[in-house]
């Protein structure tokens, strides 16, 4: 069982953005989640974004490594066959 909290996590980067100076960006994230219907449309939006924010390459090392963590966790969780197998 995959007990991460992608939700949580997204939430909190997208404040972690915001206050970092980089507003339009956190709430690109955040308008992600609240704009798409299932919980798959809200992981691929989520990662399309955060690749953007990735190939922006703007952000603080701190935040670039934030930022591809969950989009890497994103990654994972919509390939299939899963990486970690059934």
Do not use: Q
Not at 57 to 79: C, S
């Amino acid at each position: 069982m995959n007990a991460y909290d992608y939700y949580g996590e997204a939430k909190a980067l997208a404040e972690a953005l915001k206050n970092a100076g980089f507003p339009g960006d956190g709430s690109e994230i955040s308008l992600a989640m609240e704009e798409e219907e299932t919980g798959t449309e809200i992981f691929m939006m989520t990662r399309a974004r955060l690749a953007n924010l990735l190939a922006a390459g703007n952000l603080p090392p701190d935040l670039i490594t934030r930022v591809r963590t969950l989009h890497g966790r994103f990654n994972d969780a919509l390939t299939w066959p899963p990486a970690t197998g059934c």
